[in-house]
Each structure stands twice: as structure tokens, then as C-alpha cells.
């Protein structure tokens, strides 16, 4: 492993508990999305990636892993782009208000990011999720101070799992990729860390990803961050 100095973590399914925060706020899009029909708006959400079967976003899907505009384009195929433009300025609104305003973080989150930070770690969030959204669920996890900074899918050209974010988090901390570690808990994260050089790909396996699509990107598969402490201080030990 290289030497590590800089930590990007994706944010739902690897911070934050992602069917029990998100759910609330997926289907509410849907059901703005299907006019009030809730019929129709079970099928926006099938085919965007919930399983109802099992009551749980599939992996790698549009809705556990890609971003409002992603969605905006399975939804509203025909809609002109003002008219997209204006509804994903309201799903951007929703998606940082009501349930995902109280995030249910995943358990020992926020003692393994202070124990990340202590040890020097410079942390930063990269997610498909808005920069707005990100930097709300930071705040109310209780966590903001520790993240040098947090980018969402409009805080770059080109979202996850492009390698924009990766260059950004560079250029604000005078790192460089080899130096980074990449988290995350689905394919997307890691392609991102594969695409931008990142020294370390840390896949979780505490959101929607699965071992078996995950391991084949990863350097290293943890159950959740809370393994990522002790891990790099025995690699930095070795």
C-alpha cells in the first residue's frame, strides 16, 4: 500500500444507513414523478432499483448509485431540458430536506471518522447525492468539522464514477492520487478510484454492494468503515 494521507468516502451505504434514510425520500420523488398515482410511482421506483421483494435498493442501480439528474433522465425521458431542469432543482430540494435531513448514520460511524481524523487523515465526501445534501447530512451527523470538503454531483463536471472528484480533492489539499483511498460501498466508487489513480479502492459491505461485485475492484473489502482505522494501521505498520 502507499502512503495514505487522504481519505474520500462515499456517502449513502458507506456514512449513512441507505434504505433506512432513503426510502422516505425515493419515494416521495416518485410519487411527484407519477402525479400523485401510487401505482405508477412503485413502478418508477422497480425501475429505478428498489426491490420491493426484499425492501431494499439493488446494487449499482440509478437509485443507489446514481445521481437526481440520472433519475430525472429514467423518469421524464420526453420532458424539454427546462422543464428537467426545473424538476430536479425540486428533487435537489427534497433530497436535502425531510427524512434525509435526520440521516440514520450507520453504527460507529462517527468514532471511526474521529479516530480517522486524529490519526492526521485528511477526509473529504464524494458523492452522487447534491453538494448541499452532503454537506447537510455532515452537519447533522455531527461530523462537518473533521471533512475538508464534500462534493456532490454538482460540485464537478462529471460525477462518480468519472475521476473529477479525486482531481478536485487534490488540487484543495496538495495531495496526490497514489495518496488518496477511495470508499465506498458500490462499483462506482471504486471505478472512480481505478479511473483517477487513487492509491487504496476500500470497498464496504454496508450499504447496497455485494461481495461479489465489489471484490473484483477492490484492494481490500471491509464489512463497514469501522474496520478502516485498524486496517491502515496495520498496512502502515507493515
Known sequence: MTDIRGILFDKDGTL????????????????????????????????????FSIRRFRPDSVLAAGTNADLMALWYPRHAEAERRALLDEFDRMTASGGLAEPVALPGCQVALSALHSAGYRLGVATNDSTGGAERTLLSLGVAQMFEAAYGYDAVAN??????????????????????????????????????????????????????SLAPL???????????????ARESAA
Not at 477492490?218 to 491502515?232: E, G, N, R, T
Open 16 to 51: 449513512i444507513d441507505f434504505n433506512a434514510t432513503w426510502f422516505a425520500a425515493a419515494d416521495a420523488m416518485a410519487l411527484v414523478a407519477a402525479a400523485g398515482e401510487r401505482a405508477l410511482a412503485d413502478e418508477l421506483l422497480d425501475v429505478a432499483g428498489y426491490d
Open 218 to 232: 477492490a484492494d481490500v473489502v471491509l464489512d463497514s468503515i469501522v474496520d478502516l482505522p485498524a486496517y491502515l
Open 159 to 212: 460525477p462518480k464514477p468519472a475521476p473529477d472528484t479525486i482531481h478536485a480533492f487534490c488540487d484543495l489539499t496538495g495531495l496526490k492520487p497514489a495518496q488518496l483511498a477511495m470508499v465506498g460501498d458500490n462499483r462506482h466508487d471504486l471505478e472512480m478510484a481505478r479511473a483517477g489513480g487513487a492509491g487504496l479502492a476500500v470497498a464496504v459491505l454496508s450499504g447496497t454492494g455485494t461481495l461479489e
